[in-house]
């Protein structure tokens, strides 16, 4: 059976909500590993050449704490944004997976079939982020095609800088270089 076909959904106890979150965190990510995401936090992160693509799965409720929804948040960003992944460590984009499907919504309650509710989390993440992702592989892809969702604050502008590192030549290419060293050891990554 299917998430999305079930008639009822049975509520989860206040005591259940933590470990049913960590479940489905852990299942999204499982089903996302061969794609090449890593778990970090709430946050799926991978590589791709000199892009981040980030799926945020978030529970939060802003600064009264914990939720009974996950919201599902997506964002390219520049290896070279030690603005959003080290400082603030949030992407600051506004585009869910609701813009890219609006049959579906941005927030879903969590509840007993929340086993169910990573399955159809993870499918929907395949056939519908992922694909956008593919388009948007380098900076260039971000330069030539242009972002409308998914684009994050610094991303137009370290796309550029990166593609022009022949202007003030060793100058940008020290600064990029060191940014992108303190965003690789912030989420762990290695090239």
């Known amino acids: 059976m299917n998430w999305e076909d079930l008639k009822f959904y049975k509520p989860l106890e206040k005591g259940e909500l933590s470990n049913a979150k960590k479940s489905i965190e852990f299942k999204i990510a499982e089903k996302l590993s061969p794609f090449g995401f890593s778990k970090f936090d709430r946050k799926l992160i991978r590589k791709s050449n000199d892009l981040i693509h980030i799926i945020h799965l978030d529970s ?41 499907e609006p049959n579906l919504k941005n927030y879903y309650q969590i509840t007993k079939e929340f086993d169910l509710f990573a399955e159809f989390i993870s499918r929907k993440i395949i056939e519908i982020i992922l694909p956008h992702f593919e388009k948007y592989l380098s900076s260039k892809d971000v330069l030539n ?13 370290l796309c550029e800088l990166t ?12 600064e990029l270089k060191l940014k992108k060293e303190t965003v690789f050891k912030k989420l762990k990554i290695t090239e």
């Open 60 to 100: 939060r409720r802003s600064w009264s704490g914990t939720s009974s929804r996950l919201k599902t948040e997506f964002a390219i960003v520049s290896i070279f944004d030690t603005d959003i992944l080290v400082e603030n460590f949030e992407p600051i984009s506004n585009s869910y997976i609701q813009d890219l």
């Open 145 to 157: 095609k242009g972002i409308q969702l998914g684009e994050t604050k610094n991303l137009k502008k």
């Open 163 to 174: 593609n022009q590192t022949e202007i003030n030549g060793e100058l940008i290419s020290n």
